[in-house]
Nanobody, 124 residues
């Protein structure tokens, strides 16, 4: 059973930074793709960023390009989301997701495993 546990959310002001972490357990993740999604109140869950486990290829939503960086530490089975220059519109619950595939997906239906989410609130 794959388990994903996110941490690092919180309340910050516009322009601040946060780093989210997602610790994965239960499998060998060398063949997995990982992603971050977010869901704001009353809205659908949207893709934020994704990374392949084996190589450094990364993918971002246009709304976060240049501000967010996804990375992973294979030895720690951990994926990070560094969020800089945060805006009020980044306020959402952020979810970590995993799929057993070398290729990344950009839709939530592409991912089988999900964390419980961590709240990020950006005040203006």
């Amino acid at each position: 059973q794959v388990q994903l546990v996110e941490s690092g959310g919180g309340l910050v002001q516009a322009g601040d930074s946060l780093r989210l972490s997602c610790v994965a357990s239960g499998r060998t993740f060398s063949n997995y793709a990982m992603a971050w999604f977010r869901q704001a109140p009353g809205k659908e869950r949207d893709f934020v960023a994704a990374i392949r486990w084996r190589n450094p290829s990364t993918y971002y939503a246009d709304s976060v390009k240049g501000r967010f960086t996804i990375s992973r530490d294979n030895a720690k089975n951990t994926v990070y989301l560094q969020m800089n220059s945060l805006k009020p519109e980044d306020t959402a619950v952020y979810y970590c997701a995993a799929r057993s595939s070398l290729g990344v997906g950009l839709k939530d239906d592409d991912y089988r495993y999900w964390g419980q989410g961590t709240q990020v609130t950006v005040s203006s």
